[in-house]
């Protein structure tokens, strides 16, 4: 039970339903974000809002989908939607989609619809892997970001692939995968972008096959101001074996060590110092111990 806002206003959790013949179900375009929100000493704070909702009318953009609403709209409605639910911490997710007015692949004569729906969601991978990390493998997919839409669109139609790499890997008994892109170089998990630290450096795939991440961003920014150097280029999984330690970031699986990749233990085999470090910068920002 709950609120969710739907078209602008709060709807019963169980009354915000679309209709089967809803166009973004059929095709999968659509856009949206995953928000978080913590706990904080001054109440709930969600972290990057803005940034969040600027890659959310960025990716309408980019698909060419109408907003109907603007930014400082949107801004207001997930603070409403964590506000309204009596949500301490949160995960938040806005989504863009067409809806059932029409059938048939054009789409300029729909409406766009947007939501944003809010629940209590703690740690995305489990507490326990964020301090000893989790087993990766290289799945059999590839990460080949729609043509149009690349790295900035957050984009529904992105994530076949990423869906069938982590059922693969669940079902291989990984704990996530690890896609390379079209050319064999290492891309991004299913829903993360990934670094490793080697001779003390952190490295990152450039953006040409992974999403612009926020949580990368504020790594790389974190790392920066500890003073390490920072390298966006292509990496090869190899790299990665050799590597001192290994993580992931996202908004779902915050910062998230990588233990293992295809059976090969990476550096100490469990969260690294480097990785630790800024794990506690990023726990520390988010729950508001740690100036912006
Ligand atoms: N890569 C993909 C494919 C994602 O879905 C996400 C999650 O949003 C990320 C990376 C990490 O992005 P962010 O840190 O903005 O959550």
Aim: proline content about 3%.
């Amino acid at each position: 039970d709950g609120l969710i806002w739907l078209d602008g206003e709060m709807v019963p959790w169980r009354e915000a339903k679309v209709h089967v013949l809803t166009h973004t179900l059929h095709y999968g375009m659509g856009v949206f974000e995953g928000v978080r929100a913590y706990e904080t000493p001054k109440g709930p704070a969600i972290f990057r809002l803005q940034d969040h909702t600027k890659r959310l009318f960025n990716s309408a953009k980019i698909l060419g989908m109408d907003m109907p609403f603007s930014e400082d709209e949107l801004n207001a409605a997930q603070l409403a939607v964590v506000k309204q639910n009596n949500l301490s911490s949160a995960y938040l997710r806005p989504m863009c989609f067409y809806g059932s007015e029409g059938m048939g692949l054009r789409a300029d004569n729909l409406k766009t619809h947007v939501m944003v729906a809010a629940w209590e969601w703690p740690s995305y991978m489990g507490e326990e892997n964020l301090s000893h990390g989790i087993r990766i493998n290289t799945s059999s997919y590839t990460r080949h970001h729609v043509n149009i839409t690349m790295c900035k669109a957050k984009a529904n139609g992105n994530y076949m692939n990423s869906m069938l790499a982590l059922q693969e890997a669940l079902r291989n008994g990984y704990d996530e995968a690890l896609l390379l892109d079209n050319e064999g170089y290492v891309a991004e998990g299913s829903g993360e972008n990934i670094f490793v630290i080697t001779n003390g450096e952190l490295h990152t795939p450039e953006l040409t096959s992974c999403l612009d991440g926020i949580t990368r961003r504020t790594i790389i920014q974190f790392a920066e101001d500890l003073g390490i150097t920072v390298k966006e280029r292509r990496i090869t999984r190899d790299e990665i074996y050799i590597a001192d330690e290994a993580f992931f970031t996202g908004t779902a699986a915050e910062v998230m060590p990588i233990r293992e990749l295809d059976g090969r233990s990476i550096g100490c085999g469990s969260r690294g110092p480097i990785t630790e470090k800024l794990q506690s910068m990023y726990f520390d920002q988010v729950k508001g111990q740690r100036e912006e």
